[in-house]
């Protein structure tokens, strides 16, 4: 087991070594990386490179097969995948956040759009009809949602709002980061556009960490300060932003930046 | 008693399994117990958690009562009580007081229960959690982590629909401050009584093959909001019948003009109290 470096400035999630494999198939292989407190990380690459099988071991959902995920949490750094699973599911319930490509999997679709907002409260021990009513309203105002359709099941939303509950659904317990799985995928473009936006404000207003899986360049390009590129499980590049889009070094950047559609 | 069924109808080592079953819901106030449960002669949603755990505790001294929606003389009580009057021979009561087993369907008696009694729950749905979590892998931790915030959802949704917590029935408790139950489908009107109850509560769901138990004297809470807190169904009119203004009434609606009166859900406890004798 690698020990983190002891470092003044300690990082809110550190990734050594992490591998996951399905039998003899691999997800990902010894994957390390780390985010500072308010850092955006993207993690770009194609359909089937490992992406979010990568984030799915972060956010505790499989156990990878190898290496550890430390987490900065208020209780000191534990590494989550070597931890008890009380305490573990604790850390991920309180301290992070998860949004999904598909709404409908992040969301409880029978439960209203203030009912979905008021669930991490509630499990924070919340136990005040009115508080949680008054939070639920002011993030839903803070994503852009009409506040009156609080009381509307999500299954009666477009899907950039859906996606925009997620978010809020997310964020109401000010979580220390939010892991998103391509939240972008399968909204038009005007749609992405405003949920992107949406998500800057928010970032930049609370400090937040992110780990943003996509395939998209442009949005990466958008929200990420530095990106990782993903290739059949490995990382194999890695650095700002800009550099890495403009300035792509490995043949297999290059030809993700290349095959970017322009109008 | 025809010799061909066991004393109260299931074998020896299928009661000892329950009874097993039982001595652990007990310990563990609360908690869903798994057992094998068996097949009955009768259908699911008849009672056939109930009726095998009557069946495991019952003895040929005991006094059963069988209520069902708090009438002991509907077709499921009578049933019941002829079942086990042919397959164990036992004495059969409608009085509470004088019963020491009593299998219920959605009710608790209005009459207090005392110690020693035994009151058996049919429940057809166990888990408290599953309009939450539909998957019982995950309500399985949720129970184990004591998960229980999104318990509330459930409420807040009422309140979000009606302005108040609308749930009347099978209203969510927390027992000896740990694990959330599902007190069955009693009206919410029922829930104090499982509060610090001398008798013990056995609850049996046939289908989903789960026990679970409150031990005499254990703290049950309803489950509420700070601004909303829990509350009892109040009744603008007294029984028809024996003018109680303190049990749980139904509701009945007696010509097609919308003429309705109020009558004591509870049967006994209203013959008693209107005067009536008992045969």
């Known amino acids: 087991m690698t020990r983190m470096p002891e470092n003044s400035s300690q990082p809110l999630l550190a990734v050594t070594h992490l591998s996951k494999f399905f039998g003899r198939q691999l997800g990902c292989h010894d994957i390390g990386f780390t985010v500072s407190p308010g850092e955006v990380i993207g993690v770009v690459g194609e359909s089937g ?28 750094m534990i590494d989550l995948c070597r931890s008890s699973e009380a305490l573990v599911r604790k850390i991920i319930r309180t301290q992070t956040g998860y949004v999904t490509q598909n709404a409908a999997q992040g969301l409880k679709m029978h439960i209203s759009a203030g009912g979905n907002i008021g669930d991490k409260l509630m499990a924070g021990g919340m136990r005040h009809y009115g508080q949680i009513r008054k939070m639920a309203l ?24 859906q996606q925009r509950l997620q978010i809020a659904a997310n964020l109401v317990n000010s979580p220390k980061i939010m892991l998103m799985d391509e ?10 556009a405003r949920l992107i936006d949406v998500l800057r404000k928010l970032v930049s207003g609370l400090n937040l960490s992110m780990v943003l899986v996509t395939h998209d360049l442009a949005v990466a390009r958008l929200l990420c300060h530095r990106l990782y590129v993903m290739k059949q499980g490995e990382m194999v590049e890695s650095g700002l932003s800009d550099q890495i889009l403009d300035d792509p070094r490995q043949p297999y950047t290059q030809l993700l930046v290349s095959s970017v559609l322009k109008p | 008693m025809p010799l061909s069924y066991n004393f109260a109808y299931l074998d020896e080592q299928s009661k000892k399994m329950i009874r097993r079953s039982i001595l652990k819901a007990l310990a563990i106030p609360g908690f869903q117990v798994p057992f094998g449960g ?27 009562k069988v209520i069902d929606q708090g009438s002991d003389d509907t077709v499921n009580a009578i049933s019941i009580k002829a079942f086990f009057k042919k397959t ?9 007081r004088s019963a020491t087993i009593i299998q219920t ?10 110690n020693g009694q035994i009151m058996v729950f049919q429940v057809p749905i166990p888990e408290p959690l599953q309009f939450i979590e539909p998957k019982k892998s995950q309500t399985a931790k949720m129970h184990g982590f004591e998960e229980y915030g999104s318990m509330h959802v459930k409420l807040y949704e009422d309140i979000a629909k009606f302005g108040r917590i609308a749930t009347a029935f099978d209203y969510p408790v927390q ?35 789960r026990i679970y138990a409150v031990p005499p ?27 109680s203004t303190d049990s749980f009434l139904d509701e009945i609606i007696t010509d097609d003009t919308g003429t309705r009166m109020f009558i004591c859900s509870d049967t006994e406890y209203c013959q008693k109290k209107a005067g009536n004798t008992f045969s």
């Open chain 1, 49 to 76: 490179s490992g992406k979010s099988t990568l984030l799915n071991c972060i956010a505790g959902r499989i156990k990878p097969s190898n290496g550890s995920v430390f987490f900065n949490s208020s209780a000191g």
């Open chain 1, 138 to 161: 002011a993030w839903l105002e803070r994503v852009e949602i009409d506040p009156d359709r609080i009381d509307d099941m999500p299954a009666t939303f477009s899907g950039g709002m």
């Open chain 1, 183 to 192: 939240p972008t995928s399968g909204l038009d473009v005007s749609v992405q």
């Open chain 2, 38 to 64: 068996r097949e009955m002669p009768l259908p699911y949603g008849w009672g056939t958690g109930g009726i095998q755990l009557t069946a495991a505790v019952i003895g040929p001294d005991d006094r059963l």
């Open chain 2, 88 to 96: 164990a021979g036992i004495a059969i009561t409608e009085e509470t």
């Open chain 2, 105 to 114: 369907r959605h009710r608790i008696p209005e009459t207090p229960l005392q």
């Open chain 2, 175 to 209: 027992v000896h401050q740990r694990y959330i139950m599902s007190p069955s489908p009693i009206p919410k009107y029922d829930n104090p009584k499982l509060h610090r109850s001398p008798a013990v509560h056995l609850f049996g769901a046939g289908r989903e093959k």
């Open chain 2, 217 to 243: 004297y254990t703290d049950v809470v309803s489950l509420d909001f700070e601004d909303y807190p829990f509350e009892l169904e109040k009744w603008d009119g007294a029984c028809a019948v024996c003018g």
